[in-house]
């Protein structure tokens, strides 16, 4: 045991902090709002007005600033880096990182170029997004993905998964909503047949990653795996 400790946080023990949007609908184990997901301890922050709706169909549209502030809150508590729970907060990452000083991953979406180093050539990544209609060119470049990108959107086949998540309601028939992610899964490799990997731009699409997996057999990389990525990063495991 070292000999001095150093101070200076208000919580210990947890080195990300996570971004909620302000919802009601249910987030079952393994969606990144759920504390159970996680093998570590994790801060959370909910950002008052950030509803599903406004944030993926309205741009998060003046909420900037309340996610700035809850960063601030987050780093305060003890959080040596800062996530969130949707991939449509892309365009906020440069806002957020260079106002709180530590490392910011807003979207699984920021996984893409790496994902793709991964394929063999003629291989692509593939994106399953909640809402094609709301994912712009401004989420796609702030996270670097190419604009011609394969993506399918749960909008496009609108069911229990866009009913309960964008519609924010308190009930989600979890049988349902994964029948509709394989779906649209399948669609995605069948639109594009060169699809090497899957990426879940929606983070309440995570408890349905090895569903999907094993429907397509191509891997699937989820904010889940994003996250655990970045915390063993920011605490190192010790051997």
Not at 171 to 182: H, K, N
Request: net charge negative; aromatic share 6%.
């Amino acid at each position: 045991m070292n000999e001095k400790a150093k101070g200076g946080k208000s919580v210990y023990g947890s080195a990300v902090g996570i971004l909620v949007l302000q919802a009601r609908f249910p987030r079952i184990v393994g969606d990144v709002g759920n504390a159970e997901t996680w093998p570590f301890a994790v801060h959370y922050k909910v950002i008052d007005g950030a509803s599903p709706d406004r944030v993926v169909r309205h741009r998060a549209e003046g909420l900037l600033d309340a996610f700035i502030d809850g960063a601030h809150e987050l780093v305060a508590m003890g959080a040596d880096g800062v996530t969130t729970t949707c991939g449509f907060l892309s365009p906020f990452q440069n806002d957020i990182s260079a106002a709180v000083g530590v490392p910011v991953a807003t979207s699984s979406l920021m996984q893409y170029g790496a994902v793709q180093a991964l394929l063999p050539p003629g291989k692509r990544v593939g994106i399953l997004t909640i809402s094609k209609a709301s994912l712009s060119a401004e989420h796609l470049s702030a996270a670097g993905v190419p604009l011609d990108a394969p993506v399918v959107g749960m909008d496009e086949q609108p069911g229990e998964f866009v009913r309960a998540i964008l519609g924010d309601e308190p009930e989600l028939d979890v049988i349902a909503a994964e029948r509709d992610l394989l779906k649209a899964a399948t669609a995605l490799v069948r639109s594009c047949p060169e699809t090497g990997a899957i990426l879940l731009e929606c983070t309440n699409m995570c408890p349905f990653s090895a569903a999907i997996a094993e429907a397509t057999g191509l891997p699937v990389f989820d904010m889940v795996g994003f996250v655990t990525w970045f915390q063993g990063a920011l605490r190192p495991r010790q051997y």
